[in-house]
């Protein structure tokens, strides 16, 4: 089994930044995306931003340019990086792992996503 510890939520006021991590841990073999999800209250989860293990990133359109996807791979770790916070971004943001376990079968983790609140 594969556990993601998410750290980094909080309240923020608009305009204000705030840095999600993500660690991974388990009997992995390697890990082929990493990803951070958002869901807000009566809305479906949305995917926000994904990374692979060649650091190729890919960001829904209402981050583009506010916030940064990274990772270390020696340490399993995915970062959200989130500036320019706005009233928006409001919601519980949950980490995504995609790969395989050490005897060869695949995996898919979440963890169990950390509050992000923008409030003046």
């Known amino acids: 089994q594969v556990h993601l510890m998410e750290s980094g939520g909080g309240l923020v006021q608009p305009g204000g930044s705030l840095r999600l991590s993500c660690a991974a841990s388990g009997s992995i073999f390697s890990i082929n995306a990493m990803g951070w999800y958002r869901q807000a209250p009566g809305k479906q989860r949305e995917l926000v931003a994904s990374i692979t293990s060649g650091r190729s990133a890919n960001y829904a359109d209402s981050v583009k340019g506010r916030f940064t996807i990274s990772r270390d791979n020696a340490k399993n770790t995915v970062y959200l990086q989130m500036n320019s916070l706005n009233p928006e971004d409001t919601a519980v943001y949950y980490c995504?792992?995609?790969?395989?376990?050490?005897?060869?079968?695949?995996?898919?983790?979440w963890g169990q996503g950390t509050q992000v609140t923008v409030s003046s």
């Open positions: 995504n792992a995609v790969g395989y376990y050490s005897r060869g079968s695949p995996f898919e983790s």
